[in-house]
């Protein structure tokens, strides 16, 4: 039996989303009891973009609020 490579994705929103989904449809005692194997299509290269995107832009946003560069 191939034993699949076990991946850890830092894509902070995505899972917090697939946990909620996963605790209201199954329950706490499955999620975080039973040892669930979860497989989504995430693609964690695509992810990282948008979040670095989304990071230089609330650093710019914050930087512009508090009277730095504009």
Known sequence: ??????????AAFFSEMLR???L?????????K???IIK???DS???KSPEIVCEKDFIHTTNVMD????
Do not use: H, R, V, W
Not at 1 to 10: A, C, L, V, Y
Not at 24 to 29: L, Q, V
């Open 67 to 70: 009277g730095g560069e504009k």
């Open 24 to 32: 209201k449809k199954y329950g706490e005692n499955l999620l975080y």
């Open 20 to 22: 909620k989904d996963i």
């Open 34 to 36: 039973e040892g669930l």
């Open 40 to 42: 989504t299509t995430l």
């Open 45 to 47: 290269k695509l992810q």
């Open 1 to 10: 039996m191939k034993k699949e490579k076990e991946e850890s994705i830092d």
